[in-house]
């Protein structure tokens, strides 16, 4: 399992990476998904890598759904870049 950094959690409404919300963008798939621990309870989930594109910026990240329905951002460690 490579190393991600928990990022944080959403209801979907907003949530911003490097000054970017998401949510207001196209996501592209990226077509890879890997493993990620929910810093809560430790639970296991595979969530798929998108990228966003806004302006100068191109943002990768994992996304998914937790089981209480918010949303998961993850990003790849910088160990592994």
């Known amino acids: 399992m490579k190393k991600y950094t928990f990022l944080g959690r959403s209801n979907g409404r907003k949530f911003c990476i490097q000054g970017v919300d998401v949510f ?4 592209q798939s990226l077509g890879e998904c890997d493993i990620v621990l929910d810093p809560r309870d430790k639970v296991p989930y595979s969530f798929s890598s998108y990228k966003v ?5 191109t943002i990768v990240f ?6 209480d329905d918010m949303w998961g951002f993850y990003q790849r460690g910088k160990e592994n870049e």
């Open 24 to 27: 207001q963008n196209q996501w």
């Open 53 to 57: 594109t806004a302006g100068d910026k």
């Open 62 to 67: 994992l996304a998914g759904k937790f089981r």
